[in-house]
């Protein structure tokens, strides 16, 4: 069974960095992408970042040139680095691993910005 694993929420005020990692996703193969979506109270889900597996990136427009999605296969990592955080970032953070038959979605991390 595929336990996605997710670190690095936190609070931090606003100009802050935090830097989010998933693992735990050795076992799933055929793998097409892996994202980062986050979850803001009273509202949607939506895709902050994503990398397909020819490290093809893909962020939302409100964090281009803030974030970075990398992905480190030696370690079945993949990781968001957060920099100039705004108190609009708030929000659950999910890891997302699509595969060719399946999607699979972490717990989802707190990440808390304050102005």
């Known amino acids: 069974q595929v336990q996605l694993v997710e670190s690095g929420g936190g609070s931090v005020q606003a100009g802050g960095s935090l830097r989010l990692s998933c693992g735990g996703f050795?076992?799933?193969?055929?793998?097409?992408?892996m994202g980062w979506y986050r979850q803001a109270p009273g509202k949607q889900r939506e895709l902050v970042a994503s990398?397909?597996?020819?490290?093809?990136?893909n962020y939302a427009d409100s964090v281009k040139g803030r974030f970075t999605i990398s992905r480190d296969n030696a370690k079945n990592t993949v990781t968001l680095q957060m920099n100039s955080l705004k108190p609009e970032d708030t929000g659950v953070y999910y890891c997302?691993?699509?595969?060719?038959?399946?999607?699979?979605w972490g717990q989802g991390t707190q990440v808390t910005v304050s102005s």
């Open positions: 050795r076992t799933i193969f055929s793998i097409n992408a």
């Open positions: 990398i397909t597996s020819g490290v093809s990136t």
């Open positions: 997302n691993i699509r595969s060719a038959f399946h999607d699979y």
